[in-house]
């Protein structure tokens, strides 16, 4: 079975440059999830959607992040304009359910975008 | 107080010792706990959940304190392949059918031959 499946995998941009980063959850997954990983401050959730609404982007840092939804299997998240400390590993995560997680509900990753920004 | 709190570490152990990691969490409404490993330059996967009865999956122990707010992992006869850093996952219901989900920063094992 497929898992989340992230695109692209490594991305090194110029500051100032649009990135835009995609996931696809896994089929038949109602939540999807963009966090953000980095040595300093961890895992941090960026925003949630739920059946592809947007429910929680109180994690997106400011107005040059955005997420969108347009459907159930795909999602992107934009960054404009790209800046140097926005260099993190961004993970997109899916799961069943509205987001509370239990012992028979979990959340699967994907592999991950590592961006850099120069 | 961070809502979830985990000793960075890094814990370094010999092959066959028994490691423990403690995490605290801030917001005693919390409802559901997990454990995740995180190898180096990959994505977190779950490794178990949290009960409050405390629970058992081979040689990792999992137990959950809501009186004084802390899980806890507990890896016994440790192996190489256990190194890893180790997140700590508790889970908020946030309003309406909404849940947030927040992560340690992690506890960073290396077990040693």
């Known amino acids: 079975d497929a898992g989340v499946i992230q695109s692209p995998r490594h991305e090194v941009t110029e500051m100032g440059q649009e990135v835009t980063l995609r996931c696809k959850p896994i089929?038949?997954?109602?939540?999807l999830f963009w966090y953000r990983q980095t040595m300093m401050r961890g895992l941090e959730l960026l925003i949630y959607f739920n059946n592809n609404v947007p429910i929680d982007d109180s994690g997106m840092p400011e107005d040059r992040f955005s997420a969108k939804m347009p459907n159930a299997s795909f999602s992107t998240l934009k960054i404009q304009p790209s800046e140097p400390r926005d260099s993190a590993v961004y993970f997109c995560?899916?799961?069943w359910g509205t987001g509370l997680l239990t012992s028979g509900n979990t959340i699967y990753f994907g592999e991950g975008s590592w961006l850099t920004v120069v | 107080r961070k809502e979830v709190e985990q000793d960075p570490g890094p814990f370094n152990v010999p092959e066959g010792a028994t490691v423990a990691f403690n995490c605290t969490y801030s917001n005693s409404a919390s409802q559901s706990f997990f454990w995740y490993r995180q190898d180096c330059r990959k994505e977190p996967k779950l490794l178990m959940s949290?009960?409050?009865s405390g629970n058992e999956d081979g040689r990792f122990t999992a137990q959950l304190n809501r009186a004084s707010q802390y899980i806890s992992l507990l890896i016994r006869d440790s192996k190489l392949s256990d190194s890893a850093t180790y997140l700590c996952?508790?889970?908020?219901?946030?309003?309406?059918?909404?849940?947030?989900?927040?992560f340690g920063k992690g506890t960073l094992l290396t077990v040693n031959p």
């Open positions: 996952v508790v889970t908020l219901y946030s309003g309406g059918s909404n849940y947030k989900l927040t």
């Open positions: 089929s038949g997954h109602n939540s």
């Open positions: 949290v009960y409050s």
């Open positions: 995560a899916s799961s």
